[in-house]
């Protein structure tokens, strides 16, 4: 089987799910804070990264070998599947000022981003794919930047709401 196949649920949960919980939700979620200085090559690869993590699908196939990377990428990508929709849920439902602070977000700032990363690590141990691994890891490294720029836009939204939140809750997990 073609791996593209999961990228459906993901691609389901990410817009129409999304759109579903909040009507503002999806246009929230596309929004990228400015990028400065390093960031904006950053934001380049990120895209260019992002973009291969679903193209690549289409030239990779499921390993039904039932084997333990077969039985761990389940599990991931399950995993990560589930993380991905409520971490949906909680961000179209942001508190009065719009921070994202309940839910999954009292755990982790990002967990959008974490979501992401596991359901493609899923992804990758399906199809014992280390091309499509090394693009996690690069889009996983730019996204490290663009979460730079999104933080200092929050703090410059936020304030001292924002700064508190930072200092309670972890960047990632």
């Given at each position: 089987?073609l791996a593209?196949?999961?990228?459906?649920p993901?691609?389901?949960?990410r817009?129409?799910?999304?759109s579903?919980?909040?009507k503002n939700a999806l246009?929230?979620?596309?929004?990228?804070?400015p990028v400065?200085?390093?960031?904006?090559?950053a934001?380049?690869?990120?895209?260019?990264s992002n973009l291969?993590?679903f193209?690549t699908p289409f030239l990779?196939?499921?390993k039904?070998?039932?084997?333990?990377?077969f039985?761990?990428?389940?599990?991931i990508?399950?995993?990560?599947l589930?993380?991905?929709?409520?971490?949906?849920?909680?961000?179209a439902r942001?508190?009065a000022?719009?921070?994202?602070?309940?839910?999954?977000?009292?755990?982790?700032?990002?967990?959008?981003?974490?979501a992401?990363?596991v359901?493609f690590l899923g992804?990758?141990f399906?199809?014992k794919?280390m091309i499509?691994f090394?693009i996690l890891v690069?889009?996983?490294t730019?996204?490290h930047w663009?979460?730079?720029?999104e933080?200092r836009?929050?703090l410059e939204?936020?304030?001292?709401?924002?700064?508190?939140?930072?200092?309670?809750?972890?960047?990632?997990?």
């Open positions: 089987m593209v196949f999961l990228l459906i993901f691609l389901l949960i817009f129409p799910l999304l579903h919980f909040g246009s929230r979620a596309a929004y990228f804070a400065q200085g390093k960031e904006k090559i934001y380049i690869i990120y895209q260019l291969s993590l193209i990779l196939e499921i039904f070998d039932f084997s333990v990377f039985y761990a990428g389940i599990a990508y399950l995993l990560g589930a993380l991905c929709a409520i971490s949906m849920r909680d961000f942001p508190d000022n719009g921070m994202n602070t309940k839910g999954l977000y009292r755990y982790s700032r990002n967990p959008m981003y974490v992401y990363f359901c992804i990758a399906l199809t794919s499509f090394l690069i889009f996983q730019t996204a663009i979460i730079h720029s933080e836009w929050c939204k936020f304030g001292k709401s924002y700064q508190d939140y930072q200092d309670r809750v972890r960047r990632y997990i």
